[in-house]
């Protein structure tokens, strides 16, 4: 027992700098105390994120697909209770509750399932792990030995929570560092919100951004705090999101980019979703249809008509100049306004008076303005 005590320890320890062998570990303590499959939860921020042996994949998806995630009042209670130590089905329901109990009499019951052994290991910087191990009904209760056993390993896979933790924190920390080093105001956000990382000119810099409670970000600006907090929830590996920010009294126009956090990227952000960036141009130039259509998603026609809203023209002018009905023009402004957080023609030219900065090289391929 001993020798493979101090492999898995050894294990556990490497999964906190290759996170990806997290599910061999919980399927080699699963193999050594004879569980049907074991699963491990990792939530930072409020965001929490599944992670299983492969004979619960199919079990997963059945759990998700039927709204069980949100309504887990079994693994809410193994989190109260099994702060300390692994905890079993039997140490938190009496035989009627699991009887009776939605989760146990609709999904885990009729799977021959609902004999499991649980525990909660808390970490730094709002982190957090639970560690499940199911066993069939049919094998009867989890035995106190493997208790003490799982019990044995838990101040490892806790002090390899902290490690690993810590080494994400560092990784973030050097990312915003970098693009701090080249000028720009960045932060390593979640899909939630919550910042896990910001360089000085992000937090000291700017009036225009702060991070509240719970360490969420906020954009003064109303529209366009709505803009980023949707471009978070649903972003999007192919697609970085732009949002204006207008003019103040005491800072200029600016963009904030959204930019996702993908492939080789997230090794420097294991926990985030984008990297939050603050674009401030300095040089000016007249507005370009292509930095319109690329900054803010805008069709082609959107961008023509978003170009001419800007020049000062009414939406009648803006029809009749383009040859299209003013329904037409109508409908596709409000597009734009909705892609740009804009509340009217006004408030659209207040914020893409930032493109004007914008400098690209011209191209004999570019459309004409008039």
Partial sequence: MEAIQSELIGKIYEAAIFKDRWREVVAAIG?????WGGALTWEAGGERKWMVTATLLELLEEFMAEGWAAKNVRLERANREGQFSFVRDADL?????????PIYREFLTPRGLGCATSTLIAGPENTSMSLIFEQKLAKGSISDEAIRFLDSLRP???RSLVLATELDQ??????TAGLSAIGAPAAIVQDNGCVLS?????????RRVSIRARD???LHDESANRLL???????ASDQIKSIPLPATEDEQACIVHVIPLCGNALDFAPRGTAIVLIAQPAAAQAN????????YDLTRSEARIAIEIQSGMALPEVARRLGISYETARSVAKAIYAKTGSSGQSDLVRRLSVVARYTLPSSPQDPPRG
């Fill in 93 to 101: 329901f009496t035989m009627e509750e699991r009887r009776t109990m």
């Fill in 216 to 218: 969420r970000i906020f």
């Fill in 229 to 235: 907090l949707d471009a978070l929830a649903n972003i």
């Fill in 31 to 35: 193999r050594y105390c004879d569980f």
């Fill in 198 to 206: 910001a360089n000085p000119l992000f937090t000291t810099a700017l």
């Fill in 156 to 158: 490892h896979i806790a």
């Fill in 170 to 175: 560092q990784k973030a920390d050097l990312l």
């Fill in 288 to 295: 370009d249809l292509r930095i319109l259509k690329g900054l």
